[in-house]
């Protein structure tokens, strides 16, 4: 599977929209962008995913540039309880596993 | 969405004896289920892929006959530690993913966790 990057940490103000980047520069024709967030000493959570499009869902939207290479969760309301880790993974069909980068510490601020 | 369970949630043992954590899909079939280890302040980190009916394949580093998985049905795989030792200590995961291999973009489900303690 293609690796991610993202930002280590980021705090963002509470009500406000959070845009939480991730690069995927090697990522392959097929496989998919997913969103997952963790909250302290619990199992990650499914937020979204896309392939070309943009996708959007009560949780959030996920904007996919258009060379794939790059791609933006964003939360348009953000509140105390999205202070989360959360990772950007690329993957493929529904059998394959999913490698978890380091993920980006989002820390909601009053 | 769809709801993957594990059981135990926490769980504190002896040095030297084993533990056994269950995984399973509530709602719907996996035939495909993973274990993930994660320690204080790192990220997830696959051990092995379940399959059901079939034996488990282990991600490098990790020691198949220490770290026992048996996917007996496609709603349930376990996990056990053998003779645990206290550097086994961390938060075991659980994953599934709905559908078949031909379903390519489902999302997977995790379970809550369990925390191992070996004293």
């Known amino acids: 599977d293609a690796k991610t990057t993202q930002p280590t940490s980021m705090d963002c103000a509470e009500g406000r929209a959070a845009n939480l980047p991730c690069n995927h520069s090697?990522?392959?024709?097929?496989?998919?962008v997913y969103w997952y967030r963790q909250i302290h000493s619990q199992g990650p959570q499914y937020i979204i995913h896309?392939?070309?499009n943009n996708e959007t869902n009560e949780m959030a939207s996920l904007i996919i540039t258009e060379d794939r290479k790059s791609s933006t969760l964003i939360l348009p309301h953000a509140t105390l309880r999205d202070t989360a880790v959360y990772y950007c993974?690329?993957?493929?069909?529904?059998?394959?596993?999913?490698?978890f980068g380091g993920g980006t510490r989002v820390l909601v601020k009053p | 969405g769809a709801v993957v369970s594990q059981h135990p949630s926490w769980v504190i043992c002896k040095s030297g004896t084993s533990v056994k954590i269950e995984c399973r899909s509530l709602?719907?079939?996996?035939?495909?289920m993973f274990w993930y280890r994660q320690f204080p302040k790192q990220s997830l980190m696959l051990m092995a892929t379940?399959?059901?009916?079939?034996?488990?394949?282990?991600e490098q580093g990790v020691e198949k006959d220490k770290f026992l998985i048996n996917h007996a049905s496609l709603t349930l795989s376990t996990l056990t530690v053998t003779s645990a030792h206290p550097e086994d200590s961390s938060f075991y995961i659980c994953?599934?993913?709905?559908?078949?291999?031909?379903?390519?973009?489902?999302?997977?489900?995790f379970g809550q966790g369990t925390r191992l303690t070996v004293v």
């Open positions: 994953s599934a993913r709905k559908g078949d291999r031909a379903l390519r973009n489902t999302e997977a489900f």
């Open positions: 090697t990522i392959s024709g097929n496989e998919y």
């Open positions: 896309g392939l070309k």
């Open positions: 993974i690329v993957g493929g069909a529904a059998g394959n596993k999913l490698t």
């Open positions: 709602d719907f079939q996996a035939t495909t």
């Open positions: 379940s399959n059901e009916g079939s034996k488990a394949t282990y």
